[in-house]
């Protein structure tokens, strides 16, 4: 894994936000609280980083519905207290050797779905060896990391150099960048690095 380039808090909110907008998860919440607020979609499709009044509004959207804490800038409810200030933020390059280090957050579903080792690696295998129970969305992801095709970026964690990757946002994604394995065409993601990490619940 190789660091870019050192990214802002802001970039790291509007990045998940541009991707929840259109999972099947979120994206209804998100967009509904766009309309309630009575505030562009653009706001999160087209995130202008300048735009200090834009950068709050992201950064309230996210609060509500994700439990990020705008008082002291911390994951309340999702992640349960995850100080994000001190986190240095980087935009880093991943290969396929680093997809296999990936690690779903420790939620009893990604333990259960991976049999304990809570890799992405294991639950793509399970997915490959039975096509029929592949989901479409997973195939199609995994042929456009292949591709090379952009995709909107994962959000990961560690606690230093060589340390366990944790995927905070973009679990589907990792699955298929893991089910992608050697083909994977280099993409990049954003990294959230501390040592103060090592001490969360979820990693």
């Not at 653009?42 to 992201?58: F, S």
Request: aromatic residues 8%; glycine residues 8%; contains cysteine.
């Amino acid at each position: 894994m190789k660091l870019l380039l050192p990214v802002t808090l802001d970039e790291v909110v509007a990045v998940w936000l541009g991707a929840e907008v259109h999972s099947n998860r979120f994206g209804t919440i998100v967009c509904s609280m766009l309309r309630r607020d009575g505030l562009p979609a653009a706001l999160v499709t087209d995130p202008d980083l300048t735009d200090e009044q834009a950068n709050a509004a992201r950064l309230g959207l996210l609060r509500e519905y994700r439990g990020f804490d705008q008082a002291d800038i911390s994951f309340d409810t999702y992640i349960g207290g995850l100080p994000v200030r001190d986190l240095a933020w980087w935009r880093v390059s991943l290969d396929a050797g680093d997809v296999a280090r990936l690690h779903y957050i420790n939620w009893d579903y990604w333990v259960e779905v991976t049999g304990g080792t809570r890799l992405a690696t294991t639950l793509a295998s399970a997915k490959l060896a039975e096509p029929g129970e592949t989901d479409t969305i997973d195939t199609a992801l995994r042929d456009a990391f292949v591709a090379g095709t952009p995709v909107p970026e994962i959000i990961l964690v560690d606690s230093g150099p060589n340390t366990r990757l944790v995927v905070l946002e973009g679990h589907v994604r990792a699955t298929a960048m893991a089910m992608a394995g050697d083909n994977l065409n280099e993409c990049t993601a954003l990294l959230g690095r501390s040592d103060v990490v090592a001490d969360q619940w979820f990693y």
